[in-house]
């Protein structure tokens, strides 16, 4: 191991034993699994007035499931195609740097997959079997986010499809199956949290930008360049708030739900970090900030519905 990759070790604060496998879960990425069940559900809970605890919990695990497998995927397949290094930053290092075998990693992550599976089987029983190839087609895509010959993290639609799915998706299925329907409002809410999903990863390929054109990726922070990506990054958080305000207007979303505006402050840290820091050590803290003003917006957002609902 090089220096270089001795002061990252250090810089990142790494640790062995139980550290090692919470950090291949990537856990700063879990909340972009667990704000959209959150949301959809206390959405169906003011629209419709039902929450069945059950599926609201089985949802929740398995979109962790999925997320955290999808992780492990990317871990895998970033090391197989020898893009990860001891030096990397930004990933869970538990191949290069703790020297966990590829392939456990690999059949951990089809494990979740696995447990997942068994709640959609659960979740579709109980209420509709299109959930059942719903779930697949987003766990396919979870799978080819990094698998498969042409990933989807090497092109520039990674920030679309995650957005997607993690975001509009997942919020519409949540919906559904606490009141079996899908409306127009529920699509709209979940604009802003896709917008919030699809801007991590733009954060996390601004930091890895060097190093990802240099293997060959076209994501768009390189199609745009620094610059121009960290401006278009503080144009989503522009554009996921002034929706916001919007959709208070209009009656979609309680006046409470302005409470959400409490998350600006960690937008801005993301803007102001991204345009100080010159590696991606610095620009970690940016990075994380993004993951944090989802985390907030969503709870805020979530606990403005769930309050407005008993006031």
């Not at 402050?265 to 345009?275: E, L, M, R, T, Y």
Request: glycine share 10%.
């Amino acid at each position: 191991m090089s220096q270089d990759d001795i002061n990252v070790k250090e810089a990142l604060n790494e640790r062995g034993g139980f550290q090692v496998w919470w950090r291949l879960l990537r856990p700063h990425t879990l909340t972009a699994a667990f704000v959209p069940v959150f949301v959809g559900t206390m959405y169906a809970l003011v629209e419709e007035g039902v929450f069945h605890t059950g599926l609201f919990l089985a949802m929740l695990f398995a979109s962790l499931l999925i997320q955290a497998a999808t992780n492990m995927f990317n871990e895998y397949y970033d090391y197989v195609r020898g893009l990860d290094h001891e030096g990397s930053v930004g990933i869970g290092g538990t191949i290069v740097r703790d020297g966990i075998a590829p392939k456990t990693v690999l059949r951990l992550g089809f494990t979740f997959f696995g447990i997942a599976i068994l709640l959609g089987i659960y979740i579709s029983i109980t209420t509709s079997w299109w959930i059942a190839l719903i779930g697949a087609v987003s766990m396919l895509i979870g799978y080819l986010y990094t698998g498969g010959p042409i990933p989807i993290a090497y092109t520039p639609f990674g920030e679309l499809f995650s957005g997607l799915l993690m975001g509009t998706v997942i919020i519409a299925i949540s919906y559904f199956i606490q009141t079996l329907t899908v409306t127009k409002e529920v699509i709209f809410i979940s604009i802003p949290i896709a917008i919030f999903i699809g801007a991590i990863l733009l954060s996390n390929n601004i930091r890895d930008l060097d190093n990802d054109k240099v293997s060959g990726r076209k994501t768009i922070a390189i199609l745009l360049g620094k610059e121009k990506a960290i401006g278009f990054l503080q144009l989503l958080f522009t554009i996921a708030y002034i929706l916001t305000i919007f959709y208070i207007a209009f009656d979609m979303l309680p006046l409470l739900s302005l409470i959400t505006f409490l998350s600006i402050k960690k937008a801005i840290d993301v803007i102001n970090g991204f345009k100080k820091g010159k590696t991606p050590i610095e620009m970690m803290p940016a990075m994380a900030a993004t993951g944090k003003t989802n985390t907030i917006y969503g709870l805020l957002l979530g606990l403005s519905l769930l309050i407005s609902f008993f006031i």
